[in-house]
C-alpha cells in the first residue's frame, strides 16, 4: 500500500484547517501559500473533502473552506478512505474484487488480512486532533469546532 500525493495532502489540509479559528471560512490560496503546495491541485483535493462533507465551503468574498465538524472527529483513516478509495495491502482484499480462485488454499491470506486489520485500526485511532497535537509538540490544546449539521 502506497499513499499518494492526494491522500497526504488531504490530511495536511484538514490539519491546517483544524488549527484555523472553527468559525472562519479559509481561502484556499491561504492553505496552499501555509502548505506550499499548488493552489490547482489543493482544488481537486478540497473537492473531494467537500463532496465527503468532512469540509464545507463558502463562494465569494470572506469565502473559504472550514470542517464540518471539530477535529477530534474526523479520523485519519477516514480522509484516506475517502481520497484513496482502498486501504487494502493487496488486491485480492480491495473492496468489489473479484473473489480470488485461491483463497481458500492460499497461505499468505492471513498475514494480509491480519495487515489490514492493523492498518484499519491504526488509521481509526489517529484523529486530525491527534495530528495537531503531534506537530505542535503535544502542546495544542483542544478545541471545539463548528458544529456537525
Do not use: H
Request: glycine share 12%; aromatic share 6%.
Amino acid at each position: 500500500m502506497l499513499i499518494s500525493t492526494r491522500g497526504r495532502y488531504a490530511l495536511r489540509v484538514m490539519a491546517d484547517l483544524a488549527g484555523q479559528p472553527p468559525e472562519a471560512y479559509i481561502p484556499l490560496k491561504e492553505i496552499a501559500q501555509r502548505q506550499g503546495i499548488s493552489e490547482k491541485y489543493l482544488e481537486a483535493v478540497i473537492r473531494l473533502l467537500v463532496r465527503g462533507a468532512l469540509v464545507s465551503g463558502l463562494r465569494g468574498k470572506g469565502g473559504g473552506y472550514r470542517l464540518t465538524r471539530p477535529p477530534e472527529g474526523y479520523t485519519a483513516g477516514e480522509v484516506l478512505r475517502l481520497t484513496e478509495g482502498s486501504l487494502a495491502p493487496v488486491a485480492c482484499l480491495e473492496n468489489g474484487a473479484a473473489p480470488c480462485p485461491r483463497a481458500d488454499t492460499c497461505p499468505t491470506l492471513p498475514l494480509w488480512q491480519g495487515l489490514e486489520r492493523v492498518i484499519f485500526q491504526y488509521l481509526e485511532c489517529v484523529t486530525i486532533a491527534d495530528l495537531m497535537r503531534q506537530a505542535d509538540g503535544g502542546k495544542a490544546p483542544a478545541r471545539s469546532g463548528p458544529e456537525q449539521g
